[in-house]
């Protein structure tokens, strides 16, 4: 498994906000993490990136416990994440935003700039074509609509190299057609990437994930495919609703 979430819990002064959460993601998997508000989910992402620490249990990622290390040293394993805000330089250039994020899993600037290979920009380029913002390659992140912002973070994250991309909400506030760009580009990313994505919309949900894993209360209720989980009555009772 790439990453195996065992018996997690995390409490908040007399609050569980997750308890006893096993969870095991394989290589190159597409796993979408669903849930009402106050489920876990978001605290599963901030234990998993290493902004809480659990109460209990261990986290794993490549076999290795990653209890004890900062964000950054989870960052230099591979592991990037795309908030539901995002967090970007509204004052530069698109294409200045990913080269600032290249500098980071760089050895030193000089490795930035190499002749064996793809330079700065040309790799921040060739990031832009993959999440289709080249063309915006010299406007403000200010002026950006919110689905071409969304697509500039997924960007970002990219630059780091990961082996697992972690996306809190990547389609919230889109509209139908962003919504439906951006399961194109998740798919996509899925064939190099494992990518675990917290996510409402369930249509897209459908789209990208093979398996989906349910959240309740800061505790596994259900797990499976689609169909699964839309036929589950805890899931419908709990979180999608008649009409799910």
């Given at each position: ?13 007399g609050f569980w906000a ?52 900062s964000p950054s040293e ?171």
């Amino acid at each position: 498994m790439l990453l195996e979430v065992d018996g997690v819990g995390k409490r908040f002064g007399g609050f569980w906000a997750l308890q006893g959460l096993d969870l095991q993601i394989r290589p190159g998997e597409i796993r979408a993490v669903i849930g009402p508000n106050g489920a876990g989910k978001s605290t599963l992402f901030n234990l998993i990136i290493g902004r809480y620490s659990p109460t209990v249990g261990d986290i794993r990622y490549q076999g290795k416990s990653l209890i004890g290390l900062s964000p950054s040293e989870r960052a230099r394993l591979g592991i990037a994440i795309k908030f539901q805000i995002t967090q970007v330089f509204e004052s530069l250039s698109v294409l200045d935003n990913v080269r600032l994020s290249l500098i980071g899993p760089a050895a030193s600037l000089r490795d930035l700039f190499r002749n064996n290979g793809l330079g700065a920009e040309d790799e921040a380029l060739r990031l832009l074509d993959v999440v289709g913002l080249r063309e915006k390659k010299h406007e403000r992140v200010g002026s950006l609509v919110h689905g071409h912002r969304q697509w500039l973070e997924i960007g970002m994250a990219l630059a780091t190299k990961p082996k697992l991309l972690l996306l809190d909400e990547p389609t919230s506030g889109m509209g139908p057609d962003e919504t439906r760009k951006t399961a194109e580009l998740v798919k996509g990313l899925g064939r190099e990437l494992t990518i675990v994505v917290i996510e409402h919309d369930m249509e897209f949900v459908r789209s990208v994930a093979e398996t989906i894993t349910v959240l309740n209360n800061g505790a596994l209720l259900a797990q499976g495919t689609y169909d699964t989980i839309k036929n589950d009555k805890r899931v419908v009772d709990a979180y999608l609703g008649k009409g799910g």
